[in-house]
């Protein structure tokens, strides 16, 4: 299970929500993923590093390489959690629907 | 159907705001008094089905308190506490708050304005976070839309 906690911090990032958006489109190499960055092969990596721990992405090893692509389990619950989030909200303010009609009536009947 | 007109926009400004914001049919006075009458917060405050807020504690008086618990058959308990700064009726609520969890977590600062809009209220709460890691860790970036990890889900679909 991927600490959400530690996923949100890695998106704040806008080096990092770039890395997830190359790798949604499929698997690559650290080389690939540090190419469309002025940025270092350690930099680069040192983001990778945070992505990983946050449970975001995984590596495959292949040969001397280390591939990396996105972690469906990890992006899926962060959405999930997100979409609770939303709905919790959506939620609170349908109920608070309810009782502004109910006091509304409750006015009514008082003037009368 | 007032569906549309009621929905509820969440979006983030800067590095450090979320900005929420919703219609109600009522006047601000009846949004107001919903919002710091703890008989009526704790009708509504409740977020996901099946959760209770057997405690509500809501002093709305500059520097009153704010205490509020929430109780889950199964998922158990946890609680808010915060203190209100500014109070405006019926227009505008200054607030803050954490959670604890049980771990306080940094102070969420929050103005909420009721404007009249029609003859109901357009209710706009603006929340800020110390900085822009604790706003990604309590909500991310870019939520109005489902936020980058459902663009990011939605890509690697298409």
Redesign the interface.
């Known amino acids: 299970m991927p600490n959400l906690n530690s996923a949100f911090a890695a998106l704040a990032d806008p080096t990092r929500r770039a890395i997830l958006a190359r790798l949604a489109s499929g698997e690559a190499s650290v080389m690939e993923l540090a190419k469309p960055f002025e940025m270092t092969q350690p930099a680069i990596s040192q983001h990778l590093k945070v992505l990983e721990e946050a449970g975001l992405i995984v590596r495959r090893v292949d040969g001397t390489k280390r591939p990396r692509r996105l972690a469906k389990a990890g992006i899926d619950a962060m959405d999930q959690w997100l979409a609770m989030l939303r709905k919790a909200l959506e939620k609170n303010y349908d109920r608070l629907d309810e009782v502004l009609t109910t006091m509304q009536s409750d006015s009514e009947r008082k003037k009368r | 159907m007032t569906m549309t007109m009621?929905r509820?926009s969440?979006k983030t400004e800067g590095d450090t705001h979320i900005v929420?914001t919703?219609r109600?049919?009522?006047p601000p006075e009846?949004?107001y008094?919903?919002h710091t009458d703890p008989k009526?917060v704790q009708?509504?405050?409740?977020?996901?089905?099946g959760w209770s807020m057997p405690v509500c504690i809501c002093e709305a008086r500059p520097g009153g308190r704010i205490r509020y618990e929430w109780a889950h058959e199964k998922k158990g308990s946890f609680h808010v506490t915060g203190e209100f700064l500014e109070l405006e009726p019926y227009s505008r609520i200054v607030h803050v708050e954490r959670m604890h969890l049980p771990d306080p977590t940094p102070d969420n600062h929050v103005e909420t304005r009721f404007d009249a809009d029609g003859t109901g209220t357009l209710m706009t709460m603006r929340m800020t976070l110390p900085d822009?890691?604790t706003?990604?860790?309590?909500?991310?970036?870019g939520?109005e839309r489902?936020?980058?990890?459902?663009?990011?889900?939605l890509?690697?679909m298409l």
């Open positions: 009621n509820l969440l929420v919703r109600f049919a009522a009846a949004v008094r919903a009526l009708k509504w405050l409740l977020g996901p089905e822009a890691k706003r990604a860790a309590m909500l991310a970036t939520m489902g936020m980058e990890a459902s663009y990011v889900r890509d690697s």
